[in-house]
């Protein structure tokens, strides 16, 4: 029996040649999220879902560089709304999953940098929040993977809006017969750290299991209700009750 997945793929590339424009080597990618989409017993209900995590994660100073204000179990804590579903724009739905990690960035066979990330996927769209330490900056990081369009600003903060595709993964439960091809439209939009864009950024991405793409109005809505629940975030309050 095959298991079929998505994962973020363009991202990793692009944020590739981002950090060789810096001098960094290795990929700040969003990175390869593969998670079992177990399909639910008719029979059962479901029990609501929790932010987890695979292994525990390393601390900045386990790495040797200065900690980011959050871990990727507490980016989890902040994605994973209550009115989630709802900012979507498909309320009623439920998050069959929520997970956050704390990967990092090897550099010569080193790792220094700790990148976290979470995950909430639900029925209709998958979304994900990472955050990227200093010193890539919204100036560099557009030029590399901006689509043309416009900057803008979220929150009071630089950002940019650029269209990625998921990568497909296929493969038998023990293993065997992985396969890999074009995966479903992703919208992300990548919001500064600071008002400075003095390095950092935070990446949120969507995108949808029926292939459509994304509602980029979705996108921000979500963006303005959790990156201010992040730890560490300061600065303007999201709009709504």
Not at 2 to 15: L, Q, R, S, T, V
């Amino acid at each position: 029996m095959a298991e079929d997945f998505d994962a973020p793929n363009k991202g990793a590339g692009a944020w590739g040649q981002a950090a060789t424009a810096l001098a960094l080597v290795g990929a700040l990618g969003v990175g390869f999220w593969v998670l079992a989409q177990s399909p639910s017993s008719s029979t059962a209900t479901p029990r609501p879902a929790t932010c987890t995590s695979g292994k525990p994660e390393k601390t900045p100073a386990e790495i040797g560089n200065a900690p980011l204000h959050a871990s990727g179990t507490q980016l989890c804590e902040a994605l994973l709304r209550p009115d989630l579903a709802e900012l979507l724009g498909t309320p009623g739905e439920s998050a069959k999953s929520a997970s956050g990690s704390g990967g990092s960035v090897e550099v010569d066979g080193e790792e220094k940098a700790v990148t976290p990330s979470a995950r909430v996927e639900f029925e209709t769209y998958t979304v994900t929040l990472r955050a990227e330490r200093k010193p890539l900056t919204i100036a560099t990081a557009s030029a590399v993977l901006g689509d043309g369009a416009p900057p803008r600003t979220v929150l009071g903060r630089p950002a940019f809006l650029y269209a990625d595709r998921t990568i497909s993964l296929s493969f038998r439960l023990d293993g065997s017969d992985s396969q890999s091809g074009r995966g479903v439209p992703a919208r992300v939009l990548v919001v500064s750290r600071d008002e400075e864009d003095s390095g950092g950024l935070y990446e949120v991405t969507v995108w949808r299991r029926d292939g459509m793409v994304p509602d980029d109005l979705a996108l921000l809505r979500v963006a303005e209700q959790v990156l201010p629940a992040v730890p560490g975030w300061s600065g303007a309050t999201p709009p709504g009750p």
